[in-house]
């Protein structure tokens, strides 16, 4: 088995000699638990906070421990009834080869239904957090100009997806790289897209929203967020469900300098967690799968071969190596 340590905290953008690469026995369950061999694991941006010694949401991630987050796998041993060898779960123990969970702890998964990937993705955490950040936390109602950044990633591309499905008057994504603002436009059906690195983003949001925005769902925060807050439409919405263009930040960030906006646009700026919306997760699988299997949406997945790799994985998302979901293939 091989897993991997956080080796030191990282001061700043992450490096390989943050990690640690260990080989290990494999693991043997106790009773109530199965040892999974992982298939797929995620990497997130959000690990990137818990490897701070900062208390969050999430505990950090101790130095000499093994990391962890979303995997699925497959049970190659059990000690409950309920699972049996060659069955598919979801899990919180990635980072690994080989994991021991308890079996209170996973859930199970059907390949045969949606492939392995997508329950870590369009169909998991990062879809969910797009279904509930658009439709619960910025009150999304057709007819809204929507714009999200971030969003050839993940959580964005089905951002932008939803909203367009929903009937939205017109859906404005920014991304970071020229291939990724047409495949924004020309694959997923954005009406508009920029790359944010091409010039300020107030002044290309502004050319891309004549009519400004109603809604923003923030993936990056900084001067995308003062770009947006320009935009905005009165009684515009702000859901803040990332702001990863600051988690390397050595520094406190400038705000956005144009807050006082908020005033006279009556604008409403609210930070969601995905873990508030679980109780939507069913209802969120049973619209969106079949939209996903009939191809009126589409996801992307960017997969890194083997564990040894995971850090590579990982620190290519926080630089945006990845078109939709990053993952790490395991077997
Ligand atoms: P993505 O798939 O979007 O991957 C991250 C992307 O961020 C990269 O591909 C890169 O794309 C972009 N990026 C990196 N640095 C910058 C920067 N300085 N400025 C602008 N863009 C940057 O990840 P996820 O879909 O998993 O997550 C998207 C956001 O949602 C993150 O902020 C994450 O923290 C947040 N999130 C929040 C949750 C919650 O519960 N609140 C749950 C899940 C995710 P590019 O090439 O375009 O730069």
Sequence with gaps: ATEIRLAARPHGVPTSANFDIVDTEIPVPGAGQLLVRNVFMSVDPAMRGRMNDAKSYAPPFAVGETMGGGAVGEVVESTVDAFKPGDHVLHQLGWRTHAVVDATKVVKVDGSLAPLSTYLGVLGMPGLTAYAGLLVTAEFKPGDTVFVSGAAGAVGSLVGQLAKLKGAKRVIGSAGSAEKVRHLVEDLGFDAAF??????????????????????????GGEHLEAAIASMNLHGRITVCGMISQYNATEATPAPRNLVQIIAKRLTIRGMLVLDHWSLQQQFVSEVAPLVASGEIKYSETVVDGIRNAPEAFLGLLSGANTGKMLVRLS
Aim: no cysteine; hydrophobic share 40%.
């Design 195 to 220: 790359n944010y690195k091409d010039g300020p983003v107030a002044q290309q949001l502004a050319e891309a929203a004549p009519e400004g925005i109603d809604v923003y769902f923030d993936n990056v």
